[in-house]
C-alpha cells in the first residue's frame, strides 16, 4: 500500500480526531450524532497512522511529498 498522505495532513487529522472525540466524552455531543462523529473521528485518526486514505485513492488525490513516498 502506497502511502498518499502528507505529513502536514496527517497531523491535522489526529488533531480534528482529538477534537471530536474530547466532544463526545466530555458530552458536549451526544446521541446519534456523537456516535458518528466517534466513528469518522476512529477513521482519522487509523489513517492518519498508517498514512493511506482509500478516497484519496479513489480521487487521485496524492499529498504526500519526496521521501514520505513509500510502499
Request: glycine share 8%; charged share 20%.
Amino acid at each position: 500500500m502506497k502511502k498518499n498522505m502528507g505529513k502536514t495532513d496527517r497531523i491535522l487529522r489526529v488533531i480534528i480526531a482529538l477534537i471530536l472525540a474530547t466532544l463526545y466524552f466530555t458530552d458536549l455531543i451526544t446521541g446519534t450524532i456523537g456516535i458518528v462523529l466517534l466513528v469518522i473521528a476512529g477513521v482519522m485518526f487509523l489513517t492518519s497512522l498508517i498514512g493511506y486514505c482509500p478516497p484519496y485513492s479513489l480521487l487521485s488525490i496524492d499529498t504526500c511529498k519526496g521521501k514520505e513516498h513509500k510502499e
